[in-house]
């Protein structure tokens, strides 16, 4: 197991994508196409609604 670690994230870093319902922040994980920026440490979708 490895040991637990923290990493913050920036509004700057976080992926936008608008609709007309709202927007979706991507945090990680994958979004059509596209990367969130936690990807690389997070195995998962990982979303803001």
């Not at 922040?25 to 979303?47: I, V």
């Amino acid at each position: 197991m490895a040991t637990p670690a923290y990493h913050s994230i920036k509004n700057s870093e976080i992926e936008e994508i608008e609709f007309n319902w709202g927007k979706l922040r991507l945090l990680a994980g994958e979004f059509e196409g596209r990367k969130g920026y936690m990807s690389k440490y997070l195995p998962l979708d990982y979303y803001d609604l």
